[in-house]
């Protein structure tokens, strides 16, 4: 693995021409992106309490939307240059979905895209919520993509969300072996439940304390 690569094309380097799972090179973008991470909420939270367009958090968080999807284009261009832009590649994987929702919430914020970007952000799309009223997004939203998928994979040839067959290496491997398929599908989506679960009982928790505080 070398930085050239980093502009290379990402189905040019498969086969073990990538870095190895959680190697040196692997840890070292997880360091990167953890320390990129905490530099963008520390000036987040540094900046004014300002949700205008003329405020500094509004800009923040638009360029750090932009920029995701910015890559995105890029490797896509990467794959139409060196005739790799397979339907396998199409940005339609639930990082992309993600991506777009964050460009979404940044031009326009609300209830709806903070519930998307929970469902396809850090639960992979593929989880339902258990709390009633304001969590129908999240759970239409999951189904409706477990659904459309698992057609429009059968259709193309493709694998998007891994809902038609499990990552190899991944613990939907080891759920498909036990459960078969798609029974995998259960606990998937059963453990991104769970985290969304406890997220929210996190956040409860931080509300009240700090209405307590405030009384």
Partial sequence: ??????????????????????????????????????????????????????????????????????????????????????????????????????????????????????????????CAMLFPGWTWISLTGSVLYLVFFRWFNGVFGTNFGFVTSPAAGSPLEWWERAFGNPGYLVPYMASFVVAVVLLHAWQALRRRSVEGDAS
């Fill in 1 to 126: 693995m070398s930085v050239e690569k980093v502009i290379v094309a990402e189905p040019l380097l498969w086969g073990g021409q990538g870095f190895a799972m959680f190697g040196p090179w692997h840890l070292l973008w997880l360091a990167v992106c953890a320390a990129v991470i905490a530099l963008l909420v520390h000036g987040y939270r540094s900046l004014p309490a300002d949700d205008s367009w003329h405020g500094g958090r509004r800009w923040l968080v638009l360029v750090a939307a932009i920029v995701p999807n910015a890559l995105l284009l890029w490797g896509d261009v990467l794959k139409v240059r060196t005739g790799t832009f397979s339907p396998n590649w199409w940005p339609l994987h639930l990082c992309n979905i993600a991506e777009y929702i964050c460009l979404w919430h940044a031009l326009a914020p609300s209830r709806v895209t903070r519930e998307l970007l929970l469902c396809f952000g850090l639960t992979g799309g593929l």
